[in-house]
Every structure is written in structure tokens, then in C-alpha cells.
């Protein structure tokens, strides 16, 4: 399982960026799918994450009505838009991916999720 995440960089509250997450040498159509963030001095937490069946999405409330998850199987990619940026969404974003996950178990059981590199969001007051 590899994937590349990409699209951060440094953008000023209330805006929007798209973040794009690459699969290579496997299919992402059964996997549950996940971003997820580490914040300065933080612990990485799950932020978005997708099932399988594309049928359950978990957001904790920090970004719930902000930021949504997506997949296009066809092209192995996910995106996570995120709008209404805030200076505490700043951190370093990574994808990963999983089967036989729902998306709560995803996001919230993350110590072995295997993480490729990260993208850096800046998001400046």
C-alpha cells in the first residue's frame, strides 16, 4: 500500500485548499479511506474518513461541516476539500488507507495505518 499525498500550502483563513492522495500498486475500491493530521506538538488524530462502501464518513467536530472526503476509484485518488480554513487546522495532512475498516475505526484506531509522506497546510490569522 503506497500513496502520496500533495496539495498543501499556506493560505489564509476562511480559505480553501484541496488535498489529493495517490494510490500506487493496489486498487483503492476496497478500502475505507482516511486523512488525517498532526499539529504541531499534537498527536497524529483522524479528521476524515470514508468506508469502503462509500456509505459512512466520520468527521470529529473540529472539522465536521468543513471539510469533506471524496474518492474517484477510477483513478486510484481521494481528495479531502477544506473550507473555511482555520489557523488551528495548520499541521502536516497524510493519507492512508485500510480494509476492513469502517471509517469511525479508521480515524480513530490510527497505530497501524502504515503513512507515506505528509503534506504541509499552513493556514495564517
Known amino acids: 500500500v503506497q500513496l502520496q499525498a500533495s496539495g498543501g500550502g499556506l493560505v489564509q483563513a476562511g480559505g480553501s485548499l484541496r488535498l489529493s492522495c495517490v494510490a500506487s500498486?493496489?486498487?483503492?475500491?476496497?478500502?475505507?479511506i482516511g486523512w488525517f493530521r498532526q499539529a504541531p506538538g499534537k498527536e497524529r488524530e483522524g479528521i476524515s474518513c470514508l468506508s469502503s462502501s462509500d456509505l459512512e464518513e466520520y468527521y470529529p467536530d473540529s472539522v465536521k461541516g468543513r471539510f469533506t472526503i471524496s474518492r474517484d476509484n477510477t483513478v486510484d485518488t481521494f481528495y479531502l476539500q477544506m473550507n473555511d480554513l482555520k489557523p488551528e487546522d495548520t499541521g502536516v495532512y497524510y493519507c492512508?488507507?485500510?480494509?476492513?475498516?469502517?471509517?469511525?475505526?479508521?480515524?480513530?484506531?490510527?497505530?497501524?495505518?502504515?503513512w507515506g509522506q505528509g503534506t504541509q497546510v499552513t493556514v495564517s490569522s
Open positions: 500498486g493496489f486498487s483503492l475500491d476496497s478500502y475505507s
Open positions: 492512508a488507507a485500510k480494509q476492513q475498516r469502517s471509517a469511525w475505526a479508521l480515524c480513530s484506531y490510527i497505530g497501524s495505518l502504515s
